[in-house]
């Protein structure tokens, strides 16, 4: 048995959101997830610094998913270890570090269409120029099923958890059972109070995993939201977590039961900003704006609408 390792939340400003990363202080010092642009610098460093730890040391970077506000700060962050860290990323995200503007592309193939902002192409590009440090190609490309070594008798495996993005994984400490999600816990959502997920058959079979694993401690991207609308912290201890992935998966029931009759019965185009699922919103009682980025509801509807299309 190796000793435990300590896990620290690292807090990253960005407007009015806190953007969370969390050091795994092993012989070899492991990030997960890496905010954006400035985070590495502005967050993360001065966090380590109080830790008696320096940023310079860090040799896994590790990647729970492609979104902006995870690895928006990963080509800083590799900079600053003199490009010494690992990169880790699923190969079904990398694309996303790649290129900022693949970012762009997943926007108009699926936001724009409900959206219709005619600025909302240069808005995304203006977006993935400042929020994103740098492409890259990243140095480790995983499936799911791997396992690393951070030294002392450490070592981490990976668990491909898809339906947030195609290619989610969570991260754990193996022994200690500390699981490291990203988004793939959902809840009620974030900020915009709705779970965003682009996958709801492959989202609902994570979460049955995560909940299998029963985590003892689970490490979230944001302060998801309880079905009442408080937020969770960051930081679930076991109780909390199986409550967590609980209330994600009742959620995703009510929401795809919705979703279906309605799809079932034909989108109409209609004014509602929540055209063409207004029922749905309807239905599950959603008031909040469906336009706001990175806008949940159209990711998620949409994503049901696809899953029905490939049944017909
Ligand atoms: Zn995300």
Redesign the pocket.
């Known amino acids: 048995m190796t000793h435990h390792v300590p896990v620290h939340p690292l807090v990253s400003p960005w407007g009015r959101f806190g953007l969370y990363s969390f050091f795994i202080d092993a012989p070899e010092p492991a990030i997960v997830d890496t905010g954006i642009a400035s985070s590495p610098a502005e967050g993360m460093a001065p966090a380590l610094e109080a830790l008696g730890r320096r940023i310079e040391d860090v040799r896994w970077i590790l990647l729970t998913?492609g979104?902006i506000?995870?690895l928006g700060g990963a080509h800083a962050l590799w900079e600053l270890t003199g490009r010494r860290a690992q990169v880790v990323i699923h190969e079904a995200d990398a694309h996303l570090l790649r290129s900022r503007r693949a970012h762009v592309q997943q926007y108009l193939d699926v936001r724009q269409r409900y959206l219709h902002d005619p600025e909302g192409e240069a808005k995304q590009t203006a977006t993935a120029a400042q929020v994103i440090s740098g492409e890259m190609e990243p140095t480790v490309l995983v499936r799911g099923g791997e396992t690393f070594s951070l030294g002392g008798g450490v070592t981490v495996s990976v668990h491909a958890i898809p339906g947030?993005?195609a290619g989610s994984v969570a991260y754990v400490i193996d022994g200690q059972d500390d699981v490291f999600v990203?988004?793939a816990v959902q809840v009620h959502g974030a900020a915009n109070g709705f779970p965003?997920f682009e996958d709801p058959s492959s989202y609902r079979a994570s979460l049955a995993h995560l909940r299998d694993l029963r985590p003892r401690h689970l490490y979230l991207?944001h302060p998801y939201r309880r079905p009442d609308g408080v937020p969770y912290g960051v930081e679930l201890d076991r109780e909390q977590a199986q409550e967590a992935l609980e209330h994600s998966l009742d959620i995703e029931a009510r929401v795809a039961d919705a979703a279906h009759r309605y799809l079932q019965e034909g989108l109409q185009e209609t004014d509602s900003a929540y055209s063409p699922f207004a029922r749905v919103a309807e239905e599950l009682g959603y008031q909040g704006d469906p336009t706001l980025e990175?806008s949940p509801f159209f990711t998620t509807l949409h994503g049901y609408r696809e899953q029905l299309a490939e049944k017909l």
């Open positions: 998913h979104h506000d995870h947030h993005t990203g988004d965003g991207g990175p």
